[in-house]
């Protein structure tokens, strides 16, 4: 008798790993279509994705790019930016954004240099966009880089630009002018026979 009771009671355990649910994609008949996932009502908003923002994320004011930032462009912004511009956009552009980078050393089309005239006086929403939605030969990095990080990087321009075309008083004291050009490091010598670029096998 007990052992018929204790494995009825079993049956009726529910664990959590064995809730019923509707795995992804798979058949459901409680819907009439057969189809176990729903199309989300018009206007649903998943968590987290709610871009109430406009400028912050178009970089557009009335349909022109707009030349604020969305955010004040701190210390830590800036720094933010630097690093996000030297792993995204300095292979290409350079880390001085004359647009010289390897892969433009390597053949790839090269970019403008931002100390041209035309792009120092380009509003800052024309850096988002062109992160954003890419330019010309350029791929956009809207899915590498996010739209807060993308204001950090056209803020890390401006401040590249000014460093190329800042003037004498506020240069320190003691600091030549023009800045003396920092020397690429010299292609290191290998030891005869070793292939470039493949590391020995280690026994
Ligand atoms: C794979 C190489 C590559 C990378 C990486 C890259 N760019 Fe570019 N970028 C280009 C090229 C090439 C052009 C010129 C495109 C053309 O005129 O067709 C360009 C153009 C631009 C321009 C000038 C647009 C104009 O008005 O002329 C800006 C600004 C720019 N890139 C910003 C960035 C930023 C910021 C990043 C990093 C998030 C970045 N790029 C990453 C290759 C690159």
């Known amino acids: 008798m007990a ?8 049956a009726c355990r529910n664990d959590m790993h064995v809730q019923p649910k509707i795995l992804p994609l798979s058949h459901s008949d409680f819907f009439q279509d057969g189809r176990g996932s729903r199309t ?15 400028y912050l994320y178009t970089g557009m004011m009335s349909g022109k790019p707009g030349n604020v930032m969305p955010f004040p462009a701190t210390r830590e912004v800036l720094e933010r930016g630097r690093e996000r511009f030297d792993i995204y956009c300095a292979p290409c552009h350079s880390r001085l954004g ?3 980078g390897m892969i433009v050393q390597r053949g790839f089309r090269r970019p403008p240099s931002f100390h041209e005239p035309r792009l120092r006086q380009a509003p800052l929403g ?8 890419g330019f010309g030969a350029m791929p956009d990095y809207a899915a590498q ?6 204001w950090a990087i056209a803020a890390y321009i401006r401040a590249l630009q000014f460093s190329q075309n800042a003037p004498a008083n506020v240069v320190p004291a003691g600091q030549p002018m023009p800045s003396p050009t920092v020397q690429a490091p010299s292609t290191p010598t290998l030891p005869p ?11």
């Open 145 to 150: 880089v996010n739209a807060q990080d993308r």
């Open 126 to 133: 024309h850096f988002y966009d062109v992160m954003t939605n």
């Open 40 to 54: 989300p009502p018009p206007g649903t908003i998943a968590r987290g994705q709610l871009r109430d923002d406009t």
């Open 193 to 203: 026979g070793a292939a470039p670029g493949v590391p020995e096998r280690k026994k």
């Open 3 to 10: 052992i018929v009771a204790t494995a009825m009671l079993s």
């Open 98 to 100: 004359d647009g010289n």
